[in-house]
C-alpha cells in the first residue's frame, strides 16, 4: 500500500519525478543548467497536454455536430417518406375525380417534402 502512495506521490503527469527528464536529484542539486533543462522539459510537457486537451475538444465538437447532423437526417428521411404516400394518395385521388381531397393530401405532401429537405440540409 505504501508503495503505491510513493509512486502516485513521485510522478507528474503519468511521468515518474524520480528520474525527470534523465536527471537525478544528485544532479539537480546546485547545478542551474539542469534546473533549467529540467523546467524546459516540463513545459515541453505541459505544452503537449494543452494541445491535446485542444485536439480533445476539437474532436468532442466534431461528435457533436456529427450526431445533430445525423439526427436532423433522420427526421427529414421519415418527412419525406410520409410526404411520398401523401403525394401518392392525392395524385391516385386526382385522378379518381374526387378533386378535394385529392388536392389537400397533395398540398400535405408538397408541404412535408419542403419540409424534409430543409430539415436534411439546415446548418
Do not use: C
Not at 62 to 91: E, W
Amino acid at each position: 500500500m505504501s508503495d503505491q502512495k510513493e509512486g502516485k506521490q513521485n510522478s507528474i503527469l503519468g511521468l515518474s519525478t524520480i528520474e525527470l527528464a534523465g536527471l537525478t536529484p544528485d544532479e539537480l542539486t546546485g547545478n542551474a543548467v539542469a534546473i533549467k533543462m529540467l523546467l524546459h522539459y516540463y513545459r515541453q510537457l505541459v505544452d503537449e497536454n494543452n494541445a491535446l486537451k485542444n485536439d480533445n475538444n476539437t474532436l468532442k465538437t466534431y461528435v457533436d455536430a456529427y450526431d445533430k447532423q445525423r439526427n436532423n437526417s433522420t427526421v427529414g428521411a421519415i418527412l419525406l417518406a410520409v410526404s411520398n404516400v401523401s403525394i401518392g394518395f392525392g395524385v391516385n385521388l386526382l385522378t379518381n375525380g374526387t378533386s378535394w381531397p385529392g388536392l389537400a393530401s397533395l398540398i400535405v405532401g408538397t408541404t412535408l417534402t419542403a419540409a424534409g429537405i430543409y430539415i436534411t440540409f439546415k446548418r
